[in-house]
């Protein structure tokens, strides 16, 4: 007998679920405990995940459900999840995107040869849009890059294995790196964008990193004990920009416009400045108070609420904004352009 049909008789006989010492494999086989060592590192090798268990009673077996019967899926049923993995791709960046290349391998193998066309002309025939970039508001954009994809599959890996991750933060506006110390709790999608949920091991808050923010994350060797009562849900509908405005709330200079009701109930809509302070002020008017004073943020906010909206403060974006409608009114003042002669 060979050692790939040793293997082979190997893993057929680790399939019961029961533990096989592995004196017992090498009396099956009539082989040494040494080479039935290495058959065991060599199934490992190859992605055979084989449960060892030590002691007296411990021995070998295949990890439950590694096996699994012929996949009968409905041509329905097929269109349906070729339709959910267009959405899937339709993001700049997946979790495990290689994992997933491999599953969809495995998958498209284990169906029936009448659907293999399906899936071999996704893309000719469910499309999906790419979400287009948010202009109003700044810093939204970012282009995929090595660093956002080790971000996302290290703290997936991190979820799935119960250990803490270690990376470093990127904040533009303040254009600081900070150092991080996570548990992994859970990743989110918005907007395009991917978004890590963890506890921060110095803070003990559940925090979120936007993860094209987040460089050299790398797997620490410490265990953590998984959080039964966290759930991902509990951060959608804003529920994670809220909290973290309120943070910054105490840590960034705030930017203060005086606006009308009606623009009050306009942003109200707004997925980022709904999120803001609202406080009733004088003769039905509203102050929203905004963590930022960042120009590219603040100005074109003002610029698009338009008439009724004064920003109040700081005055160094106050006296910015000024001239700049001073120069618009300059322009607009001189009255209509002159036509030009064809």
Not at 172 to 186: F, L, M, N, Q
């Amino acid at each position: 007998m060979n050692p790939i049909e040793r293997a082979l008789g190997i893993l057929l006989l680790l399939t019961g679920g029961k533990l096989i010492p592995a004196t017992v494999l090498a009396e099956r086989f009539q082989v040494s405990l040494r080479t039935i060592y290495r058959d065991i590192d060599r199934l490992i090798a190859l992605g055979v995940p084989v449960d060892a268990e030590r002691g007296a009673e411990g021995g070998y077996r295949l990890a439950s459900g590694y096996l699994q019967p012929p996949v009968a899926l409905t041509r329905n049923e097929t269109a349906a999840l070729l339709a959910a993995m267009a959405m899937v791709r339709a993001s700049r960046m997946v979790p495990l995107a290689a994992d997933l290349a491999s599953a969809e391998q495995k998958l498209l193998a284990s169906l029936p040869k009448g659907v293999h066309g399906l899936f071999k002309d996704a893309e000719r025939i469910v499309g999906i849009e790419p979400i287009p970039p948010d202009i109003f508001h700044s810093g939204t954009k970012a282009e995929p890059s090595g660093d956002w994809q080790k971000a996302l599959d290290g703290f997936m890996a991190g979820i799935l294995d119960g250990k803490r991750v270690r990376f470093e933060h990127v904040n533009p506006s303040r254009k600081t790196v900070k150092a991080h110390d996570v548990e992994p709790r859970g990743v989110m999608f918005d907007r395009d964008h991917w978004y890590l949920a963890g506890r921060c091991v110095d803070t003990d808050l559940v925090k979120v990193y936007r993860a094209d923010r987040v460089r050299g994350l790398e797997i620490s060797g410490l265990f953590f004990r998984p959080d039964k009562d966290f759930s991902i849900q509990s951060l959608l509908g804003g529920t994670w920009l809220s909290r973290a405005m309120r943070r910054w709330e105490q840590q960034e200079e705030i930017a203060k416009i005086l606006i009308t009701s009606r623009q009050a109930q306009k942003l109200s809509t707004d997925w980022y400045y709904r999120h803001a302070v609202f406080t009733p002020a004088e003769e039905g008017k509203v102050l929203i108070s905004i963590p930022s004073t960042e120009p590219a943020r603040i100005l074109p906010l003002v610029r698009w609420l338009g008439p009724g909206a004064e920003l109040i403060g700081p005055d160094g974006l106050r006296r910015e904004l000024a001239q700049e409608l001073a120069e618009l009114t300059a322009l607009y003042g001189a009255g209509p352009p002159l036509e030009r002669s064809a």
